[in-house]
Nanobody
């Protein structure tokens, strides 16, 4: 089992930047592909970005391409999401998730473990 705790959310103005972190504990972090998802009020939880176990492979939703960057530090057992040029439509609760397969998925069903989420609010 792996335990996930997100941090770094908050209120930011449109065009600004924010970095989310996901600290993990329990089973070895390097055994999991990792992903970020988000859920806005009244909407389904949606894929944002994913990274492979080694960090060599990444995948992004179209809404995140060119603005967000996912990364991981296996030595620190921590996942990151750098969010740049944020927009009001990025407002949501952001969740990190762990997938014990080799290639990270892009659906919620692919992930086995979830954090509690961190709120990101972008003002216009």
């Amino acid at each position: 089992h792996v335990y996930l705790v997100e941090s770094g959310g908050g209120l930011v103005q449109a065009g600004g930047s924010l970095r989310l972190s996901c600290a993990t504990s329990g089973r070895a972090f390097s055994l999991y592909a990792m992903g970020w998802f988000r859920q806005a009020p009244g909407k389904e939880r949606e894929f944002v970005a994913a990274v492979s176990r080694s960090g060599m492979f990444t995948n992004y939703a179209d809404s995140a391409k060119g603005r967000f960057a996912i990364s991981r530090d296996n030595a620190k057992s921590t996942l990151y999401l750098q969010m740049n040029n944020v927009k009001p439509e990025d407002t949501a609760v952001y969740y990190c998730a762990a997938d014990d397969r080799l290639v990270p998925g892009i659906t919620t069903e692919a992930y086995d473990y979830w954090g509690q989420g961190t709120q990101v609010t972008v003002s216009s």
